[in-house]
């Protein structure tokens, strides 16, 4: 008799490049997610609200992996868990998402949506990538045409890293919403004003960082 896996071995079953040779991992008891919700994220709170959460370790760090749907279409993020950002320069709404949910490195069984792809999403991790640095190696794309950057990148930060190395970036104090992609085959997307087409450019149903949030977690319920 075929005995069903839990949410932690699909996970593994699909994500295999997770554990490195000699991690090892343990994964607790799965159970409903109780973590409340935020006013200003109903879509992401209603997401959250109907999870099953299971701890993992692996080593010192932890983890929540976070699952929905029946068992044969499980999907779901592995998390890292709840943090207070009340201290960081970020909008109020990357604050709020971070007491829910300490952001996403891994998902499987995913729909298509803004986080496809992405290595790190809202997770500090990510804040840490300065992407004035990024900007200053690409200043080329602008001054072959003549331009100027015409933004000052010490006002945002980073919310998202791709794979390939393209940065999805918030405004720090009004969420404002920008991908930097020299590397993309995205549609959706709008040059940013003064810039080059593969350079930044704006999320044209999702402008801020609250409605590209919303936007995803809807795409997962």
Not at 108 to 125: R, Y
């Amino acid at each position: 008799m075929l005995v069903a896996m839990n949410d932690w071995e699909r996970f593994l079953g699909e994500v295999s490049w997770f554990l490195q040779p000699g991690e090892t991992a343990t994964a607790g008891e799965t159970r409903p997610w109780t973590g409340g919700s935020a006013d200003d994220l109903p879509e992401l709170s209603a997401l959250l609200g109907s999870a099953a959460l299971t701890p993992v370790a692996v080593g010192t760090d932890t983890y929540e992996l976070l699952a929905w749907g029946p068992s044969d279409a499980r999907r779901g993020w592995l998390c890292r868990p709840p943090r207070d950002g009340d201290g960081d320069a970020i909008p109020r709404v990357h604050r709020s998402f971070w007491k829910l949910c300490g952001g996403i490195v891994e998902r499987f069984g995913e729909p298509t949506t803004w986080w496809t792809n992405q290595d790190e999403v809202l997770t500090a991790e990510a804040a840490q990538v300065d992407p004035a640095d990024a900007l200053a190696d690409y200043a080329w794309l602008w001054e072959e045409q003549g331009l100027e950057i015409p933004v000052d990148a010490n006002e945002y930060y980073t919310v998202a890293v791709e794979a390939n190395g393209n940065l999805t970036l918030a405004h720090r104090e009004n969420g404002r919403l920008l991908l930097f992609a020299p590397d993309h085959a995205f549609s959706g997307v709008t040059p940013m004003a003064g810039c080059p087409p593969y350079s930044l450019l704006t999320v044209d149903e999702a402008p801020d960082l609250a409605s590209w949030v919303e936007e995803c977690a809807k795409a997962w319920r």
